[in-house]
Structure formats: C-alpha cells, structure tokens
T-cell receptor, first 112, second 113 residues
C-alpha cells in the first residue's frame, strides 16, 4: 500500500548484529501494529503502538512510534536465527474497529 | 486459551465455483476480521464483523461476503471464483473495539484452477 511504506524490502544480517525496520505512513496513524510471518503461514503478533507516540519492548525487540513523523521503527538487538521471517507493519487509519492497512513487508534472513 | 482456528487449511476449486471458509476466534473475542494475502497485492483487508454486524469493509467486489454467528464464529464466502482469487485468506480476532491486539489464524490457502 502506498499509504504505508516499509523499508527495507529485505535484509540479511549476521547472527548477533542489530537491525532496524522502518514503517512510514502518509496518513495520520491511530495505531500501528507489528507482526512477524513465516512464509505462507499466519501472522504472529509482536507489538501494538497507539497514537500519541509510544515505545515498547519485548525480549530483544523494541518498537517505537514517532507521531510527528508518522513513522514507526522495529529494532532487533543481537539477532538470532529465530528472528528470521517476514516483518509486517499494519496501520489503523480509521480509529475504530479493526481495519488494518499493511505495508509490503520486510524479509529478514539471519546468517550464522 | 486456544488460538484462532481456520478451516479448511487448504482448498482447491475451479473457476466459477463458490467457496466458504470458516474462522473460529479466540474464546471471548467478538471481533473477526478477514484479509486476503497475495504475492502481488500483499495483505488486504476484506471486512470485519463485530457482534454479528459488519463494522468495516474493504474494497473488494460483492462476490466476497461474510457473516458472523452468535458464538462469534465467522464465515466468508466467495462466489463465482476467478483465478485471481487464489490467495492465503487470513482471519484475525480481537476482544472488543479498537486498539486491541489482533491475533491471526494460520490461514486457508485457496487455489483456483
């Protein structure tokens, strides 16, 4: 979706390295969701950030929402092979209900 | 708690047929959303049901329809299948209104021949 741009499209990192994935919106964000997907499978919920700007962490993953820039970033510290997959950001542009607009995804590979 | 379940997991149909997919949300969740995922268009929102009422709708033709039952289970139907309907169909459930975590099921892989 052009309303939500995700970068980079793909990323290859060595195990133990840090990485950042960005998600930029052209519209006002009421909420921003991060998911991880293994190819052809369902989405695994990672984090949800609400309008107003937030930062959340879970294990080695930190997500931030910058309200001024309408941008979110997902940062993984000390990457592991288990982090490999497709990362998707999903935006709530309506502020009501659960209609999410998704980015095109970032494919992450972690090399040993 | 059991997660979101979708049946069937795989389905093969021919053009012109219709298909019904089922989604059982997490116990206690009242909102069910449906998404279509294809390599070309990515993940796109189809519709959302909350307490048996359609609350949000995406930009899909009328061939795509859905419903929700009193136990929150939901079905989506696609009539007059086209080759382009081949996709992974995902449903997600959440507990109530907006700003709640949405949990996705494993998806139904539909192939239209």
């Amino acid at each position: 979706s052009q309303e939500l741009e995700q970068s980079p499209q793909s990323l290859i990192v060595q195990e133990g390295k840090n990485l950042t994935i960005n998600c930029t919106s052209s519209k006002t964000l009421y909420g921003l969701y991060w998911y991880k997907q293994k190819y052809g499978e369902g989405l695994i919920f990672l984090m949800m950030l609400q309008k107003g700007g937030e930062e959340k962490s879970h294990e080695k993953i930190t997500a931030k929402l910058d309200e001024k820039k309408q941008q979110s970033s997902l940062h993984i510290t000390a990457s592991q092979p288990s982090h490999a997959g497709i990362y998707l950001c999903g935006a709530d542009f309506t502020g009501g209900g659960n209609k999410l607009t998704f980015g095109t995804g970032t494919q992450l590979k972690v090399e040993l | 708690k059991a997660g979101v379940t979708q049946t069937p997991r795989y389905l093969i149909k021919t053009r012109g047929q219709q298909v019904t997919l089922s989604c059982s949300p997490i116990s206690g969740h009242r909102s069910v959303s449906w998404y279509q995922q294809t390599p070309g268009q990515g993940l796109q929102f189809l519709f959302e049901y909350f307490s048996e009422t359609q609350r949000n709708k995406g930009n899909f033709p009328g061939r795509f329809s859905g419903r929700q039952f009193s136990n929150s289970r939901s079905e989506m139907n696609v009539s007059t299948l086209e080759l382009g309907d081949s996709a992974l169909y995902l449903c997600a459930s959440s507990s109530s209104g907006a700003y709640n975590e949405q949990f996705f099921g494993p998806g139904t892989r539909l192939t239209v021949l």
